[in-house]
């Protein structure tokens, strides 16, 4: 269930809050500490409520805005109670005493520094049907040791990992066996709190539950990845009762270590700059993944994390529908993962692949570690009347970037077959360019699209991921730019 947060300063505020929340949220908390003591009027905020109401006045001691008396707030939130307000969310070390079937007893630390088993300690020396606890964490792996011991408490516990890498605690919350999660009608009433039109999104009206699986990508920065909003479009169209979402981490081996013991947790995407590392942190490589070094999939097989990379399969698939890569010439620009994954994914296709690079010694480097040759700078991949694909694995063209190109137009002829593994935007300066010179294009986004559909049918298998087509999921990642 969704509860939205209204965190507002005047009575008629938080009713327009309570009007907007109404078709998304399940119960909504009325965070009355943001408006100034006596101020509210409690009795036509309760009577206009079209969704049960949490009546919360937080202490500043809690973090909170309230500025009156202790008298004062715990008189109102007794008055909350007599009128009926369905939960009221008492402070851990609060003074006042209710009807426990009718309180959330909750603790917060924004410094991140108590310890989670002592915050629920106390938590559970105070009478109350559910108990809340919210700190400050620094990596999505404390967001995972946060559900495990969520899930370990009898009394339902909502556990949150306050801060963009806690984003798990939100979307998951369920699955570890919380009533419900917090998401922000108006302004977010917590570092890392999702607005509620994006939690409703992610999750299309799915209940989460002990039996949701989990899946989500890792990386850091990784806030900016369209997969969260991909896959959850995808599970909820299809039905599959499972829930993705971001992993910030600095160290992906111990989120999957976290993960491990959890047979709920089917798999992972990786994305910058942990594709090495998570290949290390896998129990066994698929064949792609070995020989590149990189890992972008991860996949629960029996006790094991398979790694995969499906950005090898989606070069090839995506260009094969313009030319057969046997024999094929292709122009490699770049050294990086991608580069990586692409120069061996042609080579076993049968192209001849010339890789260029900036720096000539990783390109050299890189070059001969995969068996392509080596072709010199970027600025050296030049037309010359054959048939050829020239691919652009750099990161050149990419968001905020856009008006850069890896190569200029004298790289593209109307013989010639320009990939740019760019995606944002969708339409780069380097397929611009190409398409000048008469070239065909194949963009970044249908290589997304064919690395994602690869992914899905690891995790889920073929069957699952042939129910979606190719343009739906084209679709969805543009609309979830
Ligand atoms: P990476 O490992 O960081 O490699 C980046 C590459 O770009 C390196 O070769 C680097 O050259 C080069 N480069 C960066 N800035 C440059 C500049 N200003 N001038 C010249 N060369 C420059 O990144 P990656 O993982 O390979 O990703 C590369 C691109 O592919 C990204 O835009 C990524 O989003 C995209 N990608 C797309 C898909 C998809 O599904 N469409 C999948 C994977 C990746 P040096 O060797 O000189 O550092």
Request: glycine content about 8%; hydrophobic content about 45%.
């Amino acid at each position: 269930m969704i509860c939205a947060t209204v965190l507002e300063a005047t009575t008629s505020a938080v009713l327009a809050r309570l009007g907007e929340a109404a078709p998304l949220a399940d119960l909504i908390e009325v965070r009355a500490d943001a408006v100034p003591p006596g101020e509210l009027d409690l009795a036509t905020v309760l009577a206009r409520r079209a969704r049960p109401v949490i009546f919360t006045c937080r202490a500043a001691r809690e973090g909170g805005l309230w500025t009156g008396t202790e008298e004062q707030r715990l008189a109102l939130l007794k008055e909350a109670f007599e009128r009926g307000a369905e939960w009221i969310d008492l402070e851990w070390d609060c003074e006042l005493a209710l009807d426990p079937g009718r309180v959330v007893v909750s603790r917060h630390d924004f410094e991140g520094t108590l310890a989670a088993h002592e915050m629920l300690a106390s938590l559970r020396a105070r009478s109350a049907s559910v108990q809340k606890l919210a700190r400050t964490v620094s990596d999505a792996k404390e967001a995972l040791a946060l559900l495990a011991l969520a899930a370990r408490e009898e009394r339902p516990t909502i556990a949150i990992g306050m801060g963009a890498p806690g984003v798990a605690t939100r979307l998951l919350a369920e699955r570890s066996g919380a009533p419900w999660t917090y998401a922000a009608v108006g302004a977010p009433a917590a570092p890392g709190q999702l607005a509620l039109d994006v939690m409703s999104r992610l999750r299309a009206r799915r209940r989460v539950t002990r039996a949701t699986r989990a899946l989500g990508v890792l990386g850091k920065p990784v806030a900016h990845s369209r997969s969260p909003a991909l896959m959850n479009a995808v599970f909820a169209a299809i039905g599959i009762d499972a829930v993705y979402t971001w992993l910030e981490t600095e160290d992906p081996a111990s989120v999957l270590a976290a993960a491990h013991g959890d047979p709920g947790w089917v798999g992972f995407s990786v994305t910058i700059p942990h594709k090495e590392t998570a290949a290390r942190a896998c129990h066994r490589l698929a064949p792609a993944a070995r020989a590149t070094g990189a890992v972008n999939t991860v996949v629960r097989s029996g006790d094991e994390w398979v790694g995969h990379n499906t950005d090898a399969l989606a070069v090839t698939t995506v260009l094969a529908r313009s030319v057969p890569l046997e024999g094929a010439k292709v122009a490699l620009l770049g050294a990086g993962g991608a580069a990586r994954a692409a120069a061996w994914a042609l080579r076993e296709a049968g192209a001849k692949v010339t890789l260029h690079d900036r720096t000539e010694e990783r390109g050299r480097r890189v070059a001969s570690e995969l068996g392509v040759a080596w072709g010199g700078p970027l600025a050296a991949a030049r037309a010359s009347g054959e048939e050829r694909i020239v691919a652009n694995a750099t990161s050149v063209g990419m968001a905020p970037d856009v008006a850069a190109s890896p190569v200029g137009d004298d790289a593209f002829d109307e013989k010639t077959i320009a990939f740019d593994m760019v995606y944002t935007p969708e339409e780069t300066r380097f397929l611009e360019l190409a398409r000048r010179r008469g070239a065909r294009t194949v963009s970044g986004i249908e290589m997304f699209v064919s690395q994602a559909r690869a992914q899905l049918e690891l995790w889920l298998g073929k069957h699952v991921a042939q129910r979606v087509s190719d343009e739906w999921l084209l679709q969805r990642v543009r609309h979830a730019s």
